[in-house]
Every structure is written in C-alpha cells, then in structure tokens.
C-alpha cells in the first residue's frame, strides 16, 4: 500500500524559505547541476515596492541566464498572484507549502548590453523604420530614404538660417531689426484692409484708383440709383437730416457739381457712399441688403463678397460684417471721400456716421499714408460753430508714419 503524507503551511515564512521557480526562454538545461546560481536582493528595505525586488543569476562555462522580477523583463502573473510550491519531506512524509518566486531566464550575450538599451529606447516610428530597412519593399525603402535624406537637409538649412541670422543681427544690431520687423508687421496689418493702392503714382487720384473700388461695368450699373439720389429735392435732403441721415453723403448731394459728367460720377460715388455706411453699422445681413434702395444685383454681390465673412448657424449661410471687415469699410469709404472731394476727406464726419471712434479712423488714415490737418467749420454744421474737423487730405508723397508702442509708466517705491 502506497504511503500516505500529510501538508504542513509554512507560518511564519522568511525570504530564505521561498521556493525558487525559473525558466529558461531559449530551452531547457540538460545538466541543471552545473549551473551556478545566486540571488540578489534590493538593498532598499523601506521602500514597500524595491524590497521585494529580486535577480536571479545562473552562470555557466558558455553562457550567464539573468531573470528578475520586477521591470519589463519579469513576468506580469508576479504581480497578479501568488504562487505556492510544496515540498516534501520523505523522512516525515509531511508535504511543506512554500511561496514561491518566479524567473524567467534570459541569456546575456557579453558585449550586447548597449544595443538591448538602444532597443529598448527606440520610439515606434524608429523601430517601424529599421523593419522597413531589414524587410520592407524597394518602394518602402525609397521612401525612408527620401525622409531620411529630407531631415538631413533640413537640418542644414536650419543650421544655415541660424548662421545668417546671427551674422545680419552682428551687423544691424538687434534694436534695428526689432524696429524693422515692427515696421514690416504694421504694414503687414494694415495692407489687409487698404484698397488695391499704385504706389508708384505720379498724381494723387491715381494713388487709390476709383477703378480699384468699382469696375466700369459696376460704375454703370450705379447710374440709375445714382440719378434717382442726384434727383432729390433740397426738402428732401433736410428731411434725411433731420431723421438722422448720413452726413457724409448728404454733404456732397447738397453740392453737386453742375457739369453732367462730374455730377453722374459724384452721384453714383454718394450712393455706393450710402450702401458702404449702411452695411458699417450691422452685424449680419441678408440677401435682401439693399434692394429697397435699388442696389443693382452685381454691385450687391460685390458687397457681400468683399466686406462680409459667411458662417454657418443652424444649418443656414450668414453673412456677418466682422471687426477687420469693418475697418476695411471705412478705408473704402475714405477713398470715395477723398475721389467725391478733390483728395480730401472729412474724417469727423466719417467716424461719427460709422460709430467709429475719431482715434480709430485716423489709424485707417495713417495706414493709408494721408496728411492730417483742422479746419474750423462754419456755422451752419450741426455740430456746432467752434467744431473743429479733422481733415485728412492725399499728398505726394505720401506719408510714413512711425509705429507707436504704448508702454507703461512704471511706479516708484517709496
């Protein structure tokens, strides 16, 4: 009859009786006694994760096998489980219960640390790379080439762009670069909402061509709108004033001049006028903008297309008139001020029938290049017989004015 044997647990189980269980990854060992092997434990004792960290060293006359576990090398069930083992004793028969560790034993190949390291730090596009290196296709590996071939010569043109940098700054001076990169961006904003200027003319009406702001097919299609406003009674225009009429416009419909030509251009002029200042003062507008006042289609579509920005809201197409918009009205709005009045524009007038501030409109005329002056107005201006208007007048040559940075007082401690 086959003997019989009890199972004792261990109670109070120090590291030196936990059973040791080990693999090895590339097969197994044929003569296991001739292996050497020795633990080593974490000389942190405090540390609640670092004391149980142990490595498992098995030497042997060709090859040194190293299993840990804790890192990416030990295996995952060390922390999911405990593992028990047991051992009998064939004296007492009785079956002991031990806990137990387990290894998983990797060869050490001597003088491949440093590449294990590598490997272990590479990022996946780098290792995806040396796949496509080692197996990819002629096409993959042109391609690699190419993109390592880009990244050289980017490199070297960044080393070339911070050579030049350096050598312009050594000769300008970095206070005259800074001042020069302000200037540029000034001009930069400002050529965003200035109309198509020739900066290379010789009179002042060709500066900001009329042709620039309406085409002659546009032009001719304001004549009919253009009469029917040329074609108001001086009873009429005071009751446009008096129910909070633009200024601008009806200042020049009370002057027109008496030759046919000049007045059918002034009007057509006083009319887009009337549409630009209009469309200043809104948000966001519909297809309908301008047909009670007879906008022709081709000059409405000019309107919606080059002063107002379309956005979607509950799956419908708005057009909204937005901030930068609006300081490119009042540039446009200034050139036909300065074509309806011999190159010189009444600023007061036009940033209190847009709703702008005064500082605001004399910025869009500083960008512009425009001498500003006063002129006192008489007595027969709303505004009163001491109002003195800003004027802003276009001379050759034009104007460059410096770009001013506020800064800020600093306090003084007492």
């Not at 142990?54 to 489980?81: D, H, M, P």
């Not at 011999?342 to 007061?348: E, G, I, N, R, V």
């Amino acid at each position: 009859m086959a003997a019989s044997c009890s199972v004792v647990c261990c109670g109070e189980e120090r590291d030196s009786d936990k059973a040791v269980i080990f693999r090895f990854s590339n097969g197994g060992v044929q003569n296991a006694e001739k292996l050497d092997f020795t633990m080593y434990k974490s000389a942190d004792e405090v540390n609640p994760r670092k004391k149980t960290r142990r490595i498992l060293v098995a030497e042997s006359e060709r090859l040194s096998y190293v299993g840990q576990n804790f890192g990416t090398g030990s295996l995952k069930c060390n922390s999911l489980c405990n593992y028990y083992v047991g051992v009998l004793n064939k004296q007492t028969m009785q079956m002991e219960l031990h806990s137990a560790l387990l290894f998983n034993m990797q060869p050490v190949i001597p003088g491949e640390t440093t590449v294990t390291t590598e490997e272990t730090t590479q990022t996946h596009k780098e290792k995806v790379d040396s796949l496509i290196e080692a197996f990819g296709t002629n096409k993959q590996k042109k391609a690699l080439n190419s993109r390592r071939l880009n990244m050289v010569n980017n490199d070297m043109l960044q080393q070339a762009v911070t050579k030049a940098a350096n050598t312009v700054i050594d000769e300008k001076g970095l206070d005259a670069l800074q001042r020069e990169v302000a200037e540029t961006a000034s001009q930069a904003d400002s050529a965003l909402h200035l109309p198509p200027r020739n900066a290379d003319a010789d009179m002042p009406e060709n500066v900001y061509p009329l042709d620039g702001l309406l085409s002659p097919v546009e032009f001719k299609a304001l004549e009919e709108a253009g009469s029917k406003m040329a074609a108001l009674t001086a009873e009429e225009l005071q009751t446009m004033r008096e129910s909070g009429g633009v200024m601008c416009v009806l200042k020049h419909l009370e002057n027109l001049p008496s030759d046919d030509e000049a007045r059918k251009k002034m009007a057509c002029c006083a009319y887009y006028l009337s549409m630009l200042l209009k469309l200043s003062r809104q948000k966001s507008i519909s297809r309908k903008f301008g047909m009670e006042e007879g906008c022709p289609r081709i000059v409405q579509n000019k309107i919606f297309r080059t002063f107002t920005v379309e956005t979607f809201n509950n799956g419908r197409v708005l057009n909204m008139v937005s901030g930068s918009m609006r300081v490119k009205l009042a540039a446009y709005c200034l050139v036909l001020l300065l074509h309806m009045g011999d190159m010189t524009a009444d600023l007061t007038l036009l940033h209190r029938d847009m709703g702008f501030t005064e500082a605001r409109i004399i910025e869009v005329a500083k960008s512009m290049g425009l001498t500003l002056a006063k002129k006192p107005r008489g007595k027969n201006i709303v505004a009163g017989p001491q109002d003195e208007h800003k004027q802003a007048s276009l001379i050759l040559p034009l104007v460059k004015y410096e770009h001013f940075v506020e800064r800020r007082k600093r306090k003084k401690m007492h």
